[in-house]
């Protein structure tokens, strides 16, 4: 009872007081499941490199991969996607090296498949990591990423991937119609088992920077920007119409990214289509975390932990998060 005589109708810290009745009404939890590890692979033997806007993150060789697989895979996380580190001798204005089934994706595809074949293995497809100009696509004479002409190109770089044994492919691009392309491409050459994991909301984002270090796209890109295939962050709407699309043409999962600023797109987009939902918590959000930890200023493991859950409270199925090696082991103490 306060001064003035009343008793609360309803006392919600009552459920609040007890460790036991807050578990009992906890709604959302995070899982070792919900991960999905982006890693970097270069070529070379024995190779280690650490990216500087990515502390904890580094650059493996195949071999290191294998090792790292090994503890991913341990720690019982379903998934990890793979990131190449092209050297630049190998980058051209065709991004022919997208498709050359000895490249280093399909390599180390192949190595993982056979090391570990319960691991799912993800890659990613979009031109950037081949383009001599860091765009996701071919050019014009006007330097505009030309649409149909880079899905021929995305198509031969999806069945490549698939023929070496990814388990999944990520179209990462943006370029209209390559789901259904890809699909058809992929049904014809009998990889009908082979997932679509579509990054059907991405955005523009300037979030991306440490992930453009990491691969070595920053320095090809220079001053151009993606603003005429990836979307404008001011969107919602669009959103919902680039995922429809996707699903039509024959996605499996859909993916939105940006992940922490972008969770309202999570939630419409999961509550619009009960679709299995995917969310990047990309380069930049790792980086924020990371360099605010570094400096004492927050509690690395309770924001991730924190950051990760609101993930999944906007309705992601899984995350994709360069923490999810620190998290999964965290989540087993
Ligand atoms: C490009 C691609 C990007 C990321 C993954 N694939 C960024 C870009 O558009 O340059 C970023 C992921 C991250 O920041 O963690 N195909």
């Not at 990591?129 to 899905?151: E, R």
């Not at 920053?218 to 603003?227: E, I, P, V, W, Y």
């Not at 969107?235 to 995922?243: F, G, H, I, P, Y």
């Not at 993930?311 to 090696?325: H, N, S, V």
Request: aromatic letters at 8%; charged letters at 25%.
């Amino acid at each position: 009872m306060n001064q003035s005589g009343h008793y609360p109708r309803s006392r919600p810290r009552r459920m609040r007081r007890d460790e036991f009745s807050r578990r009992l009404m906890r709604e959302h939890r995070l899982d070792v499941t919900d991960l999905i590890y982006p890693v970097f692979v270069l070529d070379g033997d024995d190779r280690r490199e650490a990216v500087a806007s990515m502390p904890g993150i580094e650059r493996l060789s195949i071999d290191q991969l294998l090792s790292e697989a090994d503890t991913i895979a341990r720690l019982g996380i379903p998934a990890l996607a793979l990131f190449p580190v092209i050297d630049a001798g190998q980058k051209s204005a065709d991004a022919a090296e997208a498709w050359n089934p000895d490249g280093l994706v399909p390599r180390a595809v192949r190595a993982l498949k056979q090391a570990q074949p319960q691991l799912g293995v993800i890659t990613d497809v979009a031109l950037d990591p081949y383009t001599s100009h860091g765009q996701d696509g071919l050019l014009d004479d006007a330097g505009y990423v030309v649409n149909d002409a880079t899905v021929d190109v995305l198509v031969k770089q999806a069945l490549c991937h698939a023929a070496a044994g990814a388990d999944v492919v990520a179209p990462s691009d943006m370029m209209d119609g390559r789901i259904g392309t890809i699909r058809q491409a992929l049904e014809q050459a009998g990889h009908v088992n082979t997932r679509i994991l579509a990054y059907a909301a991405k955005y523009a984002s300037s979030f991306y920077g440490p992930f453009r270090d990491a691969v070595g796209s920053a320095t090809s890109l220079g001053q151009a920007d993606k603003f005429s295939y990836q979307m404008d962050p001011a969107n919602s709407d669009e959103a919902l119409r680039e995922v429809a699309l996707d699903i039509d043409e024959g996605a499996d999962m859909v993916m939105v990214k940006p992940g922490l600023p972008y969770l309202d797109i999570v939630y419409r987009v999961k509550k619009n289509f009960a679709m299995p939902t995917y969310v990047y918590n990309v380069s930049g959000e790792y980086a924020m975390i990371k360099a605010a930890a570094a400096n004492g200023w927050l509690d690395e493991k309770a924001c991730v932990l924190e950051a990760l859950t609101a993930c999944k409270r906007a309705g992601a199925d899984g995350i994709l998060t360069y923490f999810a090696k620190q998290a999964a082991q965290w989540l087993q103490e």
